[in-house]
C-alpha cells in the first residue's frame, strides 16, 4: 500500500532555532501534499497546501514566512519552522494524494512532534 | 468556508453499536471522509462517501445526505481497540482538493 513518511518523527529545540521536517511518499508521486498541524485534544488544523514546483497555499492566520514550504520534487515536501518558540510546540503530520486511487485518497504520514524549549 | 461539527466526546460498551454524527457547512463538496485516529498516531482512513446513502465496510459503515448536510459513521460489535478519534473531513471543490477537519470525536468503549 501507499506509505508517507515523515523525519524526524520527534524533535526537540531550543527557542529561537529553526526545524525543517520532511514529507516523502515512499511508492507514488504526489503533486499535493498537505500540512496539518495538531495541539492536544484537537482536531487537524490545515496549514497549507504544498504543490510541487510552485509556491505553496497558506490558510488564513498561518505566517507563511514562519512556515516555509518547499515542494521540491514529486516525492518530497519540507516544512521549516523558522525561529521556533514554545507556542510552536505540536504534533505536525504531512498527508499526500495519491490520484491514481479510487477517491484519490490522501495518505498521511506519521507525524512529528516538536518540542520547543 | 467550512464548519464542520461533531460531538466531542461518547462512551460505548463492548459489543454494542455506536453512531457518530457529523454536521458540515461548506462552500464546496467534493465528498466526506471518516478517519481513525489513536493518541499520538496519524489518522487511518476508515470510509468516504460522495453520493447519498450508506456505504457499509466490515464493522463500519458511513452515510451521507448531502441536502442535510449530514453523515455518520455506524461501528458496530465494538471492541476495546476501537477506543480511539474518530474524525469527520470534507473535501472541497477547488483544484487542490483540500481536505477540512472537523472537531473529532473522542470514543471510549468500556467492558
Known amino acids: 500500500g501507499a506509505v508517507v513518511s515523515q523525519h524526524p518523527s520527534r524533535v526537540i529545540c531550543k527557542s529561537g532555532t529553526s526545524v525543517k521536517i520532511e514529507c516523502r511518499s515512499l511508492?507514488?508521486?504526489?503533486?499535493?501534499m498537505f500540512w496539518y498541524r495538531q495541539f492536544p485534544k484537537q482536531s487537524l488544523m490545515l496549514m497549507a497546501t504544498?504543490?510541487?514546483?510552485?509556491?505553496?497555499?497558506?490558510e488564513q492566520g498561518v505566517e507563511k514566512d514562519k512556515f516555509l514550504i518547499n515542494h521540491a520534487s514529486l516525492t518530497l515536501s519540507t516544512l521549516t519552522v523558522t525561529s521556533a518558540h514554545p507556542e510552536d510546540s505540536s504534533f505536525y503530520i504531512c498527508?499526500?494524494?495519491?490520484?491514481?486511487?479510487?477517491?484519490?485518497?490522501?495518505?498521511f504520514g506519521p507525524g512529528t512532534r516538536l518540542t520547543v524549549l | 468556508g467550512q464548519n464542520i461539527d461533531q460531538p466531542t466526546e461518547m462512551t460505548a460498551t463492548e459489543g454494542a453499536i455506536v453512531q457518530i454524527n457529523c454536521t458540515y457547512q461548506?462552500?464546496?463538496?467534493?465528498?466526506l471522509f471518516w478517519y481513525q485516529q489513536h493518541a499520538g498516531e496519524a489518522p487511518t482512513f476508515l470510509s468516504y462517501?460522495?453520493?447519498?446513502g450508506l456505504e457499509e465496510k466490515g464493522r463500519f459503515s458511513s452515510f451521507l445526505s448531502r441536502s442535510k448536510g449530514y453523515s455518520y459513521l455506524l461501528l458496530k460489535e465494538l471492541q476495546m481497540k476501537d477506543s480511539a478519534s474518530y474524525l469527520c473531513?470534507?473535501?472541497?471543490?477547488?483544484?487542490?482538493?483540500?481536505?477540512?477537519f472537523g472537531t473529532g470525536t473522542k470514543l471510549q468503549v468500556i467492558p
Open positions: 462517501n460522495v453520493l447519498d
Open positions: 511508492d507514488f508521486q504526489a503533486t499535493t
Open positions: 498527508s499526500a494524494i495519491r490520484r491514481d486511487t479510487r477517491y484519490n485518497e490522501q495518505f
Open positions: 504544498s504543490n510541487e514546483g510552485s509556491k505553496a497555499t497558506y
Open positions: 461548506t462552500s464546496g463538496f467534493n465528498g
Open positions: 473531513a470534507v473535501r472541497g471543490s477547488g483544484g487542490y482538493q483540500k481536505v477540512t
